[in-house]
């Protein structure tokens, strides 16, 4: 067999050529510490790394996403505890301002820190966020979300209903609210325990105050129907009470003979003595009544309605301006009291269930956040197993491929210089 000059320069071109491209490639590998340059280097490996590196990506979005909306979660606490003390100060001025040692002039000046108070809360509803956006308009975060009308009526604007909350995902299958709306934290608030409620009948004339309202049977309550407790004055001052089936509008019914119809339970009409601070129960319900009341007062037992916060203090800033140095007005001047007194333990009570969530997806938060580090950890350590060069080999492999390049070099030089004139 026959080997011509050019086929034995040409192996030896090409022996030198591979062993300065795996000497570049591993001399790469330990510049960048990486045993996998390419997919080609070993597929299998590098798809693992891929991966990998796509959860690993998605993590740390996760993190990021904890980042950016905790801070606004601990500003939400941070505003509602503003407004507990807000609140705290309103009902000792409702308790104040109950007091008989006050004056209509001093119930006028508790009722414009009332109103100060107010405003102050209409700002707290109004608040927003580092990022300029409103802390409670729930997705609708780029519009403010209350307002007055031009009676002074707080009006809600904000998000709504389902998916009015933004949520945050901060794992791949775990989402967190990242806020709570106006609506719920100020304005859609229950009035007393949420099921039932009293008031004292605007054409009241006597000294009758209502003291508060619950409920007395679970089993038998009703919390759909309106009923009207009457006062009838019988001889020497007493008084009894009689239950009356009342309508929609809060006034009696009335039978086909232009009688109030009473409402009967176990086939008898509802009524008693009327013994003031002693409770009256019926259909499940219990109203506590003081004070002395004129022929035909009454009070009414109605389901619970919503409230907001600024209706609440409303009503007692105005029950406190009108004030209560004659029988009536007291009276209803106490009732307005005793009902503020129990909205306001409501509201407080809703803050601090809102404040007790936050505080619950904060610490969701940082348990969730430790657990995305630890993942991170172990998907780092993961891919550096498939990806990361053993540098100890490199160096042994980088060594061997030097000195078979040098070889090879050394072979092609002396090999160069054969030619059939040295034997002539």
């Known amino acids: ?79 509602l505890q503003s407004g507990t003390d807000l609140l705290q100060r309103a009902r000792e001025l409702v308790v104040a301002g109950n007091n008989d040692s006050q004056t209509n002039e001093t ?18 509803a ?56 106006g609506e719920r934290v100020f304005m859609a608030i229950p009035e007393n325990d949420g099921r039932v409620g009293a008031a004292a009948h605007p054409e009241n004339t006597g000294r009758l105050v209502v003291e508060q309202t619950g409920v007395s049977d679970q ?69 506590t009544v003081s004070g002395t009341p004129d022929d035909e007062d009454m009070v009414l037992s109605r389901p619970a309605e919503n409230k907001s916060v600024f209706d609440t203090l409303d009503a007692i800033i105005a029950a406190l301006e009108q004030g209560g140095a004659d029988g009536p007005s007291r009276a209803n001047l106490a009732t307005a009291s005793n009902t503020a007194l129990a909205d306001l333990d409501t509201v407080l009570g809703n803050f601090s269930d809102i404040r007790a969530e936050v505080g619950s997806r904060l610490k969701t938060f940082d348990q969730q956040k430790d657990l995305n580090e630890d993942r991170l950890v172990d998907l780092n350590s993961a891919v550096s197993e498939i990806r990361d060069l053993d540098y100890a080999e490199a160096i042994s ?28």
Do not use: C, W
């Open 107 to 124: 119930r006028s000046y508790l009722a414009g820190e009332l109103r100060q108070l107010r405003e102050g809360m209409f700002d707290i």
């Open 1 to 79: 067999m026959r080997i011509s000059t050019t086929q034995i320069f040409q192996t030896g071109i090409d022996q030198i050529q591979r062993g300065q491209t795996e000497l570049n490639r591993t001399s790469l590998q330990m510049g960048r510490g990486e045993r996998i340059l390419s997919p080609s280097d070993d597929p299998s490996g590098a798809t693992q790394v891929n991966q990998f590196e796509r959860i690993i990506q998605s993590t740390k979005q996760y993190q990021r996403n904890i980042d950016n909306t905790q801070p606004r979660l601990q500003q939400e606490e941070s505003v």
């Open 219 to 287: 089993a038998a309550l009703n919390t759909d129907d309106n009923f009207l407790i009457q006062f009838k004055e019988g001889p020497e001052g007493s008084f009894s009470y009689h239950v009356y089936q009342a309508d929609e509008d809060g006034e009696l019914v009335e039978d086909e003979d232009g009688n109030p119809e009473p409402l009967e339970v176990n086939g008898g009409a509802v009524t008693g003595d009327y013994v003031p601070g002693a409770a009256i129960e019926f259909a499940g319900r219990s109203v």
């Open 126 to 181: 109004n608040t927003k966020d580092p990022n300029g956006e409103y802390l409670f308009a729930g997705t609708k975060s780029l519009d403010q979300p209350f307002r007055q009308n031009g009676d002074g009526e707080v009006i809600y604007d904000g998000a709504k209903g389902t998916g009015s909350v933004r949520e945050v995902a901060i794992s791949p299958n775990r989402k967190v609210a990242v806020g709570d709306t």
């Open 397 to 424: 492999r980088f060594n061997q491929q030097q000195v078979a390049l040098q070889a090879a070099q050394q072979t092609y030089t002396q090999v160069n210089r054969l030619s059939l004139f040295d034997f002539l």
